[in-house]
Each structure stands twice: as C-alpha cells, then as structure tokens.
C-alpha cells in the first residue's frame, strides 16, 4: 500500500486544519490505520487510529480535539484538528499495513 500524507500548514494557536490521508488501498482493506506524530526532538507517537469499521480512538492530548473521518469512495482518511496548541507542531504521518506516507508538517507558533 502506498500512503500520501497531505494538508500541513502553520496555523495560529485556536485554528484548524485538516490532513488527508490518500491510499492505494481500499481502505475497507485495511485493519488500522494510524496517524502519527513527531515532536522535534521527541518520538514519533501515535495519536489516532481508525479500523476498518470506522470506529476510531485518540490519545488524551488529542481527545476532543481531533477528530477522524474517511471517504471510502476516494480512499482516504481525514484528520481533523481544531484548537491547535503550540505543542501540536510536528510532522505528522499516516501508517498502515507497515507502510509509512511522508511526512507534513503542521506549525501552531507560540
């Protein structure tokens, strides 16, 4: 599966934004897929998942603040983020089935 990672930007602290993730793969196909993280200077970290039913989950720091949703019909996962905080900035990738889109980065500026 080939995974594209897209719609990074610099927001100011309380905006949103919305990343796509575009698969090669019917993602009805796909178990889990996984949107990661990576804090300059931290770990990359997984912070939402959806499986194949829809059914999706969050890590406390994103909770009620992000939100996971797909088009079947194109294949891809959307992530949406509002209330952006300063400690959202990384670069943030979409996983599954092993395999890893690129990267976009997502800036919220002290």
């Known amino acids: 599966v080939q995974l594209q990672a897209s719609g990074g930007g610099s927001v100011q602290p309380g905006g949103s934004l919305r990343l796509s993730c575009l698969s090669s793969?019917?993602?009805?196909?796909?178990?889990?897929l996984g949107w990661y993280r990576q804090a300059p200077g931290k770990q990359r970290e997984l912070i939402a998942a959806?499986?194949?039913?829809?059914?999706?989950n969050y890590v406390d720091s994103v909770k009620g603040r992000f939100t996971l949703s797909r088009d079947i019909a194109k294949n891809t996962v959307y992530l949406q983020m509002t209330s952006l905080k300063p400690e959202d900035t990384a670069v943030y990738y979409c996983?599954?089935?092993?395999?890893w889109g690129q990267g976009t980065l997502v800036t919220s500026p002290a």
């Open positions: 959806i499986d194949n039913s829809g059914e999706s």
């Open positions: 996983s599954a089935l092993g395999h």
């Open positions: 793969e019917n993602i009805l196909n796909i178990n889990i």
